[in-house]
């Protein structure tokens, strides 16, 4: 395993775009709000055509949305 | 909850309420001495089958009624990886237990010993399926 996790800034973009709700974009992409809580929250990976479709809604890339970072290690949150 | 949540809740309820007291009773009383048609065999059967019947239909009205809107909404990708990890999870189930009931057991059972090892397979693959698209519900939740 890269020890790298798929990371996302949905909520972020959410948030710039007009304060847009989970149901809202779920909508637009043609998924639940509970789906896009997963892919918020790093618990669903989406397909591509899903993730392309959430970059198209915002009107940025797919790397503005989606990156692929070095998990952080265990435990570094209490240092 | 999602919709397909509380389906998959609903069944998993429905499977505990009709077989669980089915398959508790064939155990302590088997059918094995009564031959082959079994009434008493038939008659349970048919009772567990009707109450899991019931209990899906009327689950699925009920939540029907409560969000109608829920119920016209497609499965989405996720449902989807959902329910194809669960159903091949229980696709090795079913298999394991066609091999015993049917090409293992025959040799040294017969009648309502076999049919139920089928039937408790079939429920068992069920129950495997459903309790994996719970658990993946709530785990990506």
Redesign the interface.
Known sequence: MSGKTLNNRIRELRFLNGEMTQADLGNEI???R??I??IEQG??A??LE?AFRIADVFGVGLDDVFTWEAAPEKGAEHR | MPYREKIVWLSLFAIAVAFVPYFTYVAMMPAASEGLPSLRQLILYAVATGVQVVILLGGRAWLALRSPGDVRIPPDERDRAIRQKSVQTAYFVLIGGTILAGVVMPFYSSGWEIVNTALFMIVLAEVVNYSIAAFSYRRQA
Request: aromatic share 8%; hydrophobic share 35%.
């Open positions: 043609g998924v639940t509970q789906t809580a997963a618990k669903y989406p397909t899903a």
